[in-house]
Nanobody, 115 residues
Framework: QVQLVESGGGLVQPGGSLRLSCAAP????????MGWYRQAPGKQRELVAT???????NYADSGKGRFTISRDNAKNMVYLQMNSLKPEDTAVYYC?????????WGQGTQVTVSS
């Protein structure tokens, strides 16, 4: 059972920042494309950002210029720095690991943007 563990969610005011972290097993992290997805109440899960094992990044339009995904290959960690947060960013954020046909998810961390 592959386990991805997210942390760093919470309540933040509009315009604020949060940094999400995700720890993954080294057995998969090294070659996997890591990503962050989110799901708001009543909506489908959607892509936030991905980063390949070579460091190539991809962002959904909603986060471009505000969110930064990064990875630390020595620590088997992936991060999502979120700045200038908006109420519409409120969602459960999930860490994802994709390698070939293997696709793993974390349990999710709640991000709430509200004054």
């Amino acid at each position: 059972q592959v386990q991805l563990v997210e942390s760093g969610g919470g309540l933040v005011q509009p315009g604020g920042s949060l940094r999400l972290s995700c720890a993954a097993p080294g057995s998969i992290f090294r070659f996997a494309t890591m990503g962050w997805y989110r799901q708001a109440p009543g909506k489908q899960r959607e892509l936030v950002a991905t980063i390949t094992n070579a460091g190539r990044t991809n962002y959904a339009d909603s986060g471009k210029g505000r969110f930064t995904i990064s990875r630390d290959n020595a620590k088997n960690m992936v991060y999502l720095q979120m700045n200038s947060l908006k109420p519409e960013d409120t969602a459960v954020y999930y860490c994802n690991s994709a390698l070939g046909s293997a696709n793993y998810w974390g349990q999710g961390t709640q991000v709430t943007v509200s004054s």
